[in-house]
């Protein structure tokens, strides 16, 4: 069974700083062929776009709100892709999710890690 497992949620303070992680396991392709997006959904909002990053890692992509804060990166040796959250703000409070596309467009999505930005 496919598995999608974030980790690295927590409550931190505005300006401080956070990494998350993304572990694959058990997909039917190698990791380096999907496209890794991460998601958040404050509470009471729709679930957002946050950055993406390609197979390769050679190309990212930003939501406006999180540019020069958020950097998306993946270790397709670890199956794994990461979010480092900087300078964060109480509005970054969000369940945040990974999203892995294939080529064909099946998605697998993971069950979320809880971001609290609070004093």
């Known amino acids: 069974q496919v598995q999608l497992v974030e980790s690295g949620g927590d409550l931190v303070q505005p300006g401080g700083s956070l990494r998350l992680s993304c572990a694959a396991s058990?997909?039917?392709?190698?990791?380096?062929?999907?496209?890794m997006t991460w998601y958040r959904q404050p509470p009471g909002k729709e679930r957002e776009l946050v950055a993406q990053?390609?197979?390769?890692?050679?190309?990212?992509n930003y939501a406006d709100a999180v540019k020069g804060r958020f950097t998306i990166s993946r270790d397709n040796d670890k199956n794994t892709v990461y979010l480092q959250m900087t300078s964060l703000k109480p509005e970054d409070t969000a369940m945040y999710y990974c999203?892995?596309?294939?080529?064909?467009?099946?998605?697998?999505w993971g069950q979320g890690t809880q971001v609290t930005v609070s004093s």
């Open positions: 999203n892995a596309k294939s080529p064909s467009g099946r998605a697998y």
């Open positions: 058990r997909f039917p392709f190698p990791f380096n062929i999907y496209h």
């Open positions: 990053i390609t197979r390769s890692g050679g190309t990212t």
